[in-house]
């Protein structure tokens, strides 16, 4: 059975990919390697060993000289490969470790003074090596030491003394590849943050390039002068410029020049205005970049497109009202003329009265359903004020209790403070008389069947409508709010609907809240303090 590697993660392949840095740095590294063996070779070649290299064996010296040279040359073709990174590093290392203790043995050992050039070996590969890595290297490169300096004292009868030199250096190598290896690694890890940042800015960058460009509006970036330094398409479609990148704004659009001096003496409050552009109406708002180029971004909103959309919808809105309108009267007109064209023909009092009924009935519908469109129309004419919700309630309460001749004990207001609304009084009405009007249908009668719940949160005012009826079918809450939507038989199907435009003519929301056993409908309004 094979025994496990104990330190797979040296050799191994590392599941990153190696920094292309790391390729390029143990290259310049093995370049150095090369030169340092041209160099010495040539030394001894020129000088033999005057220079005290080679002092002991000049043809040890040149032999190892010329064998690291050309393994060094053969490591800088099998760099290339770009494979088993530690593989190859560590094969550089104990390289260097091999063959310049042997050319300092080949010099006279330590007093040749080359124990030097293993620290700068060891340094060189502890920049890209791992930590455990750098210590193997270190300890390889003081044991190959303590063995050439033993093998003088042995084989020469050196004294043992001279083992204190060897040792020094081999402190040196330890401390210089740990130290180098813990700086190198948190330059590394510097580096693979950069890169990281550098993507992700990179695709923040792309993300809002296309956001720009596919906006509706134009963009347009100005510098102190008020020179276009960026702008994205549409800013150019819609000022209708060539050459855009540099122009004056002043010079594009006409009376710029005014809201822009004055923007920028800060004598504005309001940083938007409009502007007339080639018979179509701009609005152009001024934002402060926050730079110290003292950047502007101008966003250009075409108004007499957004006019035309608004129409547009309008149009369709209206013709989809129409032909809801014309369903809705066709049949009681229907039974109307039926009605009528019976009552001719009958005798009896008691046939005649239940036609006539029937006529009465279809005609008050119709009455309803022109009164609820006529609603529709006065949305858009508010007077919104100050409301104080819980004197208001008590008064409204009690009129709806006295129109529709409901129990007081039904309703109950739950009250968290003394909020108040910002709200049309007479919307505000309409709004409640309708959520109370479903709300007493479907409720149980008993006493607080209706609770009135209201909230103060987040600057807004919530008003709750909730009842202990059935609720309202999960399959139908898409359609609450959709006109002439009604489960009720002589119902116009407009109620909620026209409820929900005249919140929204409020700057209020209405929506439905499925939390509870009953129907739970919810308004949240503007909060308006006491004046």
């Known amino acids: 059975m094979d025994a496990p590697v104990r330190y797979p993660e040296l050799f191994t392949p590392p599941r990153e990919r190696v920094p292309e840095s790391f390729w ?15 160099l010495f070779l040539s030394i001894t070649l020129i000088y033999g060993d005057a220079l005290n290299l080679g002092s002991h064996s000049l043809a040890l010296f040149r032999t190892v000289c010329g ?18 990174f530690n593989v190859q590093l560590t094969l550089h290392a104990g390289l260097d470790i091999f063959a310049i203790v042997l050319m300092m043995y080949a010099s ?4 040749s003074g080359l124990g030097v050039m293993l620290l700068i070996s060891l340094i060189g590969a502890a920049i890209v090596a791992p930590m455990r890595l750098s210590f193997l290297y270190a300890a390889l490169a003081s044991i190959a030491l303590l063995l050439e300096q033993g093998y003088w004292v042995l084989a020469h009868d050196l004294p043992s003394s001279n083992f204190l030199q060897p040792g020094i250096v081999a402190i040196g190598c330890f401390a ?12 590394a890890a510097n580096e693979r943050l950069a890169r990281q940042r550098g993507r992700e800015l990179e695709t923040q960058m792309r993300v809002n390039q296309l956001v720009i460009q596919d906006m509706h509006d134009g963009v347009v970036v100005l510098d102190r002068e008020g020179r276009v330094v960026q702008f994205n398409p549409q800013a150019q479609r819609l000022l209708r410029a060539e050459g855009l990148l540099g122009a004056e704004m002043a010079r594009l659009v006409p009376g710029f020049d005014s809201h822009w001096l004055a923007w920028r003496a800060g004598e504005e409050s309001e940083a938007s205005f409009d502007v007339e552009l080639r018979g179509r109406e701009m609005r152009l708002r001024l934002l402060d970049a926050g730079t110290e180029e003292g950047f502007a971004v101008i966003f250009i909103d075409d108004t007499t497109r957004t006019r035309e959309q608004a ?26 003329s039926h009605a009528s064209e019976l009552l001719n023909e009958e005798k009896r009092a008691e046939d005649r009265a239940r036609l006539t ?14 009164a609820d469109v006529m609603q529709l129309n006065r949305r858009d004419r508010v007077e919104a004020e100050p409301i104080q919700l819980s004197a208001w309630l008590a008064a409204f309460i009690q009129e709806f209790v006295a129109n529709q001749s409901a129990d007081a004990s039904l309703f109950a207001v739950e009250a968290g403070g003394d909020p108040w609304v910002r709200f049309d009084r007479e919307h505000l009405s309409q709004v409640m008389w309708n959520l109370l009007r479903n709300a007493v249908r ?7 069947s209706v609770r009135i719940v209201l909230r103060e949160f987040a600057g807004r005012v919530e008003i709750s409508v909730l009842d202990n009826g059935p609720g309202v079918p999960a399959a139908i809450q898409g359609q609450l709010f959709e006109p002439f939507f009604t489960t009720e038989a002589k119902g116009t199907g407009l109620g909620l609907y026209l ?29 308006a303090r006491a004046a």
């Open 24 to 38: 390029v740095s143990l290259s310049y590294f093995n370049l150095y390697r090369i030169s340092l063996a041209t």
């Open 442 to 448: 479907y409720a149980r009668n008993e006493p607080a």
């Open 176 to 187: 210089g590849a740990g130290i180098t290896s813990w700086l190198a690694q948190r330059v």
């Open 311 to 336: 129409q547009q919808f309008k149009l369709a809105a209206l013709g989809r009202l129409t032909a809801n309108i014309a369903h809705e009267i066709r049949n009681p007109l229907a039974a109307i």
């Open 357 to 370: 009924r029937i006529i009465h009935d279809n005609t008050q519908r119709l009455e309803r359903l022109v």
């Open 499 to 527: 409820a929900r435009e005249l919140c929204a003519a409020n700057r209020a929301t209405l929506e439905y809240v499925d939390d509870t056993a009953g129907a739970h409908f919810r308004i949240q309004c503007r909060e």
């Open 108 to 111: 006279g050992g330590m007093r």
């Open 67 to 84: 064998a690291y040279l050309v393994l060094g040359i053969v490591f800088q073709f099998v760099l290339r490969s770009r494979e088993h």
